[in-house]
């Protein structure tokens, strides 16, 4: 805790800075380069600013067209000092060297001071400009400010569970990977991405990202003058800008995948029906829990293990007593036996004790952080005092592998399908920074010398300026737990690479889940690997999947699921994530549990999960809800093709798997603050119940052509509000876009292996024009690299004529049994039946 005279200080060294912040003057460009594709500059410091810590006096401006609709604006020290992300870790894309005049974004600048601009010479529209404010770039303090329009539509800047459409008033994000039981609003939580979208209606979308992984407070407000601004005030690093040109949302999303990555396909598996608690205290007790699925006839895809598996909570270990390893190892072949799956939870806090071997053997390979005086960090997490793995230092992959590799062996260990990793912010349960006094707990030195000099010998270029206060930056960021190293790691703890924890702290959670991943794939090369990480990172999407944290069984925060699905899936490259089910905190009531197993069954991640204090929630211990999940899963799994379909479409060009309204109806501006609803895929506008304990739900329908899902029926009233009264607890409404072409399977089964062998029925909704199209992606589900044996099917629909052609590489004996035709006269459905295969090109005339 701070002592009362350090609150003092502080507050007085920041009333001493603002009336010195308005006086920076800021930079003068010179040098200036000017060249089709790019330009250069020399920033100069016109005169000492130092508001929170020294001035860098010469920085160096780089700007490029990378492609017709990305540019790039970077600005560093000339020296290469300021950190930037490590480039392995997130992997720049390349220049396509396009020109200033074929692109969609203009570049321009004021001399001195050094402000600039981005415009759409389209229409004209100005999408940023700092001219209010000069720049300020000091060793652990940077600012810039850029005009927002009045009452702008900015969405994006997770992780939050605000508003999704975020507020412009006063309001503030602050990125800083935490720990963040229940979620809280206006507070930063488990992941970082500093991209935001302003959608400006039918003038067009763009996406601004800021590369950069240290914290920072990203302020929205209206000025004096009443001009809206957004401010990002960030504690270090280089301003590194991606200008993403859209102009249609979905253009946006797919521009930011190309910069961070494509987001990796999940196994076909892992869009099943997922249960886990923690607190499941034996395998007799997760045993039972799979066969109450089974007796109650709701489909189980995957049994998860919480840390109740463990011995002492450390990792790599099976609680003798209670989860006996032959006992486990049973229970996950019998899961595997009837086409299930099983995936185990692990930590980054590896317990400080010569007694434990993982904890050795990962010492002997000197894998982790290290104290000033070369001993291990030391920090607290679920197994007691624990050491954390350097994920930078050149053996920690192999360490984090080879216990991977030794716990998961398929013949002798715990033959899992996928890994879940938690607290990986990392949470350190040391809330205050003395807690680990060296008195209370004996200290296990480091068997190697530490040359700490040696190791971290330099120059080498973004490790970081030194002699920077790394513990105490003047400029505190808003984090949730106060001091920046509070409830984490010391923030001026160094990775092997000389670069500190100051500026990776929001990278931990990223590496350890790439780390984990990589290690899958060398346990087993050919199958995609399913990791699931609590804490992220932009562009983590890559290598895994997220849940969105410790939530509570609270209406609330059901309705919260939706909003962070809208921002993770459509803005952050993130499709497959999703709440926990039922809540995790608190104890679930019938009523909200039935409406959450509906709500989660239309998410791409749909997990039931508790927390040890909760009651138990599994869908069969109301009537209810077994009903209401029964139901969900039927219809999840008979969409289980066009989600996976979706979900590969996202993995292959950065196209949302979810998205929010406005991103199909960019004009219609009743779409822009709506977060309640959501596009599931291109066809599916899902509509749940969202007031507590409620039968009734109002919702939008944009002006087009929509069809009833369950019924089939069109709906009138394209362009306005509906409301709904007595919706049953098992149902939820969703309608059909006009104009979508979607497949389904059948008949449901148990598992999302048998849902395979099922039988198509093509549904085609004709939209206001009569025509319609869409598509369906056909794999094994499981390959890592598929070649050639992948269909990608697209069906046309021009009125009279249906045509599916495209590619037919997978070979497979499931066939169309037959198309629907939706919105005849009277709001009849024509069939057309088959059966045609799926090995080629087929179509039909009515
Ligand atoms: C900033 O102030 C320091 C100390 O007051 C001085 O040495 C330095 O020359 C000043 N720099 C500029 C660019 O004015
Ligand atoms: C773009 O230009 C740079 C510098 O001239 C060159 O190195 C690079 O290969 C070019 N890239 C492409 C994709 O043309
Ligand atoms: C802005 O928000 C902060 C913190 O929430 C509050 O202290 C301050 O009074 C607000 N300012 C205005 C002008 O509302
Ligand atoms: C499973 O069902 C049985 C029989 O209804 C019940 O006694 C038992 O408590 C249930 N176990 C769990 C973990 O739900
Ligand atoms: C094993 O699990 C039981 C039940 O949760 C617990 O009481 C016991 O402490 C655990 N033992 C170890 C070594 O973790
Ligand atoms: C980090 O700062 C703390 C508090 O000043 C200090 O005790 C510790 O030695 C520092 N650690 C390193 C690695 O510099
Ligand atoms: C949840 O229910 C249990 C038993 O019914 C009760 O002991 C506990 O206090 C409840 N928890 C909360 C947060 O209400
Ligand atoms: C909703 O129902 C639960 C019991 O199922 C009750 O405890 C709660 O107070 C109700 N909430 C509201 C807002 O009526
Ligand atoms: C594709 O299928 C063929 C025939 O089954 C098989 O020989 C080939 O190895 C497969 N290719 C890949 C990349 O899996
Ligand atoms: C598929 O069919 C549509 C409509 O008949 C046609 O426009 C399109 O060119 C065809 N594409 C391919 C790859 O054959
Ligand atoms: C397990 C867990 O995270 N529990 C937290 C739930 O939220 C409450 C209130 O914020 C915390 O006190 C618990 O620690």
């Known amino acids: 805790m701070a002592s009362p005279w350090i609150v003092s200080l502080v507050l007085c060294f920041v009333w001493g800075t603002w009336g010195q912040i308005e006086r920076c003057p800021g930079y003068e460009a010179i040098n200036v380069l000017e060249a089709d594709s790019y330009l250069i500059a020399d920033l100069v410091l016109i005169g000492n600013c130092s508001s929170h810590s020294d001035d860098i006096e010469n920085l160096r401006l780089l700007v490029e067209y990378q492609t017709d609709s ?177 102009p249609n949302p979905a253009d946006v999303s797919k521009q930011y995948a190309e910069i961070v990555g494509l987001p990796a396909l999940v196994p076909y598996w892992a869009l099943g029906f997922h249960q886990c608690k923690y607190g499941y205290q034996s395998i007799d007790h997760v045993r039972q829990v799979v066969d109450n699925y089974s007796a109650a006839g709701i489909p189980l895809e995957t049994m998860w293990g919480d840390i109740d598996y463990m011995s002492d909570r450390q990792d790599f270990t099976t609680n003798a007593s209670h989860y006996p390893l032959e006992k486990v190892r049973q229970l996950v072949q019998s899961l595997h036996d009837n086409g299930q799956h099983y995936v185990q939870i692990l930590d980054p806090g590896i317990l400080n004790s010569g007694n434990y071997p993982t904890f050795n053997r990962g010492a002997e390979r000197d894998v982790f952080l290290k104290a000033a005086d070369g001993s291990f960090y030391r920090g607290r997490q679920w197994p007691g005092e624990v050491v954390w793995p350097d994920w930078i230092h050149p053996n920690t992959q192999g360490w984090w592998t080879d216990e991977i590799k030794r716990f998961y062996d398929a013949g002798s260990g715990i033959n899992v399908d996928g890994l879940w990793v938690d607290m990986n912010e990392a949470s350190n349960m040391c809330e205050h920074l003395d807690c680990l006094g060296s008195s209370s707990v004996q200290v296990w030195a480091s068997r190697k010398d530490a040359d700490l000099a040696k190791r971290y010998a330099g120059p080498v270029p973004f490790q970081g300026v030194p002699e920077r206060d790394l513990f105490n930056p003047m400029y505190r960021i808003q984090n949730r737990w106060g001091d920046i190293s509070s409830n984490t790691l010391w923030t001026n703890i160094t990775n092997a690479d000389g670069t500190s924890q100051y500026d990776t702290h929001n990278l931990y959670g990223t590496m350890m889940a790439i780390a984990t991943r990589n290690a899958l794939l060398s346990r087993n090369p050919s ?8 804490s992220t990172f932009a562009g983590v999407g890559r290598v895994a999947a997220h849940w969105f944290g410790d939530n509570a069984s609270w209406w609330s925060h059901y309705r919260t699921a939706i909003r962070q699905l ?44 508790a927390e040890i204090h909760s009651n138990a929630q599994e869908f069969y211990l109301w009537p209810s809800v077994t009903q209401a999940a029964k139901k969900a899963i039927d219809t999840r799994y008979r969409l289980l093709d066009y989600m996976y379909t979706s979900l590969w479409k996202a993995s292959s060009d950065g196209t949302p798997n979810a998205s929010p309204l406005w991103f199909f109806y960019p004009s219609d501006s009743n779409t822009f603050g709506i977060q309640t609803q959501w596009m599931l895929g291109d066809a599916l506008l899902i509509s749940p119940v969202v007031e507590d304990n409620s039968t009734s739900v109002s919702f939008y329908l944009p002006d087009d052509i929509w069809y009833d899902f369950w019924t089939f029926e069109q709906k009138p009233g394209g362009g306005q509000m509906h409301r709904l009264d007595g919706v049953k607890w098992d149902e939820i409404p969703v309608h059909i876009r006009g104009g979508a072409i979607f497949a389904m399977r059948t008949e449901s089964a148990d598992t999302t292996a048998q849902v395979r062998t099922k039988n198509f029925r093509i549904i085609v909704a004709p939209g206001r024009d009569g025509t319609a199209q869409g598509g369906l992606y056909l794999d094994d589900g499981v390959s890592l690299d598929v070649g050639e044996n992948k269909s990608e099917i697209v069906f046309y629909w021009d009125g009279q004529s249906f045509a599916a052609n495209g590619t037919f590489g997978f070979d497979t004996d499931v066939q169309v049994e037959r198309v629907v035709i939706l919105g005849g006269e009277g709001g009849q459905v024509k069939t057309q039946e088959g059966p045609w295969g799926l090995g080629g090109a087929f179509g039909f005339r009515l």
């Open 527 to 534: 199958l995609r690997p399913f990791v699931l990480t609590r």
């Open 70 to 246: 990305r540019l790039h604006v970077l600005i560093t020290d000339t020296d290469y000092q300021v950190f930037q992300v490590q480039e392995h870790l997130l992997p720049r894309p390349k220049s396509q060297n396009a020109t200033s005049s074929s692109s969609r974004l203009h570049f321009s600048y004021t001399q001195s001071p050094f402000t600039f601009s981005v415009t759409r010479p389209s229409t004209g529209d100005i999408l940023f400009d700092t001219a209010d404010t000069p720049l300020i770039f000091e060793t652990q303090y940077i600012r810039l400010k850029t005009r927002l329009p009045s009452n702008p539509n900015i969405y994006g800047l997770g992780e939050h569970s605000d508003d999704f459409r975020l507020s412009t008033s006063n309001y503030t994000r602050t990125l800083w990977n935490a720990e963040s039981p229940n979620i809280p609003n206006s507070q930063n939580l488990y992941g970082s991405h500093p991209v935001y979208f302003d959608h400006r209606g039918g003038s067009g979308t763009h996406g601004v990202f800021l590369l950069s992984s240290n914290g920072m407070d990203i302020k929205l407000g209206t000025s004096d003058q009443g001009q809206q601004y957004l401010e990002y005030n960030v504690i270090g690093g280089v301003f590194d800008f991606y200008f993403l040109a859209g």
């Open 566 to 609: 809208l921002s993770f899936a459509a803005l952050h490259a993130m499709p497959f994530v999703g709440s926990d089910v039922c809540g995790f905190n608190d104890n679930a009531t019938e009523h909200m549990c039935a409406r959450w197993a509906l709500l989660g069954a239309f998410q791409p991640f749909y997990r039931n999960h």
